[in-house]
């Protein structure tokens, strides 16, 4: 990896951000619900809540709708303690992304309006305007290449923070309604791979790269290493493989209670980078990243279930660490 992280590191997160309407009370069907409760949601926006939750500082790049929904973002992002410089807002008819989605794990229904959506309209010019040596990291959700504007904008940024010696991560984040179709998807993700210096993604994910099959999906994982890159191939309740120049090792996952199935990809790629900014090794950083997969999944919310610093201890100390 181009460059050592520590704890005065600062961490660029590039992709959507929104609001989640939650069916009340927990366990109703959206269409039952007497009534929502509203939380931070979108890929980028909870990953940067989990960061700054860690105390690491974090900037969000991205693009809002200029009305209640777009600023209730803004607001929240601060609230976390995430840096809203590069928060843009548009006027006109786009929209910021919104989730109806249900605190419950059968048949959870998630309902997603991203129609116009304002974050993929971040162009290039928002993206210049950023001085990239201020920063260690940029962090890119794919779903943010799904289309240009938004595509050429994160490719721009990841030229830029290579340029200039960040690190380079990305979460795969493959949302098939976003994109127009899975050929294009997995052109767009090899050439941002070849960008990146961590790349992290379900088998899922990882099968959409390779052109649709898991066990090559798994090969490409693996053979990153020979380019000098990490990759953490996950796998559900199978746990994780890391794939790292130095070494490769599997882990497991921290069994809990599950009150719904959303953030844990977040949660992980939030702690997992937080830890490494704070000396952990990359398996203790995996370690902790599933650790807080499990805490979010079973606790409300996604950015508001992102653990503390205490939280995460906390956990750790009471749960056994995954066998794998």
Known sequence: MPKSLSPASRMLVLGRAG??????????????????ATALG?????????????????????????????????????????DTTH?????????TSLAVTETRIENTQNTLYRNNAADLLLDEAHVREIEFSKFDALI????????????????????????????????????????????????????????????VGNDEEFAVVAGGDTEAGRRLAGGLTEAGKTAIYKMGEMGSIVFAPEESFQTGIFPVEAIKPMGAGDAFMALLI??????????????????????????????????TPEELESFLEQNTAPQS
């Open 42 to 82: 979108g890929s980028s926006g909870n990953i940067a809540a989990g960061l700054a939750r860690q105390g690491v500082a974090t900037s969000l790049l991205t693009c809002v709708s200029k009305d209640s929904v777009g600023r209730f973002v803004r607001r929240e992002l601060c609230s976390y303690g995430v």
């Open 19 to 36: 609001m989640d309407l939650y069916a009340d009370p927990p366990g109703a069907e959206a269409e039952t619900a007497t009534g929502f």
């Open 274 to 307: 937080a830890s490494l900014v704070k000396g952990a090794t990359l398996r203790e950083a995996v370690l902790r990243g599933s650790a807080a997969a499990a805490m979010v999944v079973s606790r409300f919310g996604c950015a508001p279930a992102m653990p």
């Open 140 to 199: 890119v959700t794919g779903t943010a290449l799904a289309a240009d504007p938004s595509r050429k904008a994160c490719f721009v940024a990841m030229e830029e923070a290579r340029a200039v010696g960040m690190m380079v991560v990305i979460d795969l984040d493959y949302r098939p309604y976003s994109w127009p179709g899975s050929v294009e998807a997995a052109e767009t993700y090899g050439a941002a791979i070849e960008l990146t210096d961590l790349v």
């Open 87 to 95: 928060v843009v807002e548009l006027v006109g008819e786009c929209r």
